[in-house]
């Protein structure tokens, strides 16, 4: 139910941070833009790009709980758990489910973990390099003084 609520929440981050970064530079007009303007657009984009990878990763987690609870008599042990390696496979006990990164761990009987591949390895980094850039075009954009701005109405001058 939480990656449920999380996968909408995300949609619309994601809708509304892309119809922020192109409605806005359809309206200005990206040559006619201004270098802040330019920035707080990238930054919009490169979020929604950020909370699209993470959507993504998410959705591979929830398929793998979903098989994980429908699983039924085949339920041990559990069907994303299971490797070629059939020792492996047999000391399972248990399975955890991480949302940062999004990760299906299972856990060993002898106190370790492994991490499945059900979850593609780039989402993680890829979702926080993402939100860096997009936070970086945020300071970037709020550093750079706009051409409203008096003090560059007066350099203009």
């Known amino acids: 139910m939480v990656i449920l609520v999380l996968l909408v929440v ?3 981050v994601c809708f509304g941070l892309a119809g922020y970064g192109f409605g806005r530079l359809g309206q200005v007009g990206v040559r006619r833009a201004d270098r802040q303007t330019r920035l707080k657009c990238a930054a919009a984009l490169t979020g929604a790009a950020a909370a699209a990878v993470y959507g993504w990763g998410l959705l591979n987690l929830g398929l793998a709980v979903l098989v994980t609870e429908d699983s039924g008599a085949d339920a041990f042990p559990v069907q994303p758990c299971r490797t070629a390696d059939a020792p492996r496979a047999a000391d399972v ?10 990760r299906y761990v299972c856990l060993r009987q002898g106190g ?3 991490t499945t591949d059900d979850v593609p390895a780039f989402v993680g980094p890829g979702a926080l390099g993402l939100a860096a850039a997009a936070g970086v075009c945020v300071l ?18």
């Open 10 to 12: 995300l949609a619309l």
């Open 93 to 102: 006990v248990g399975h955890r489910v991480e949302y940062l990164p999004p």
């Open 112 to 114: 370790g973990s492994d």
């Open 140 to 157: 970037l954009a709020n550093a750079v003084p706009s051409a409203s701005t008096p003090e560059r109405k007066a350099s203009a001058r």
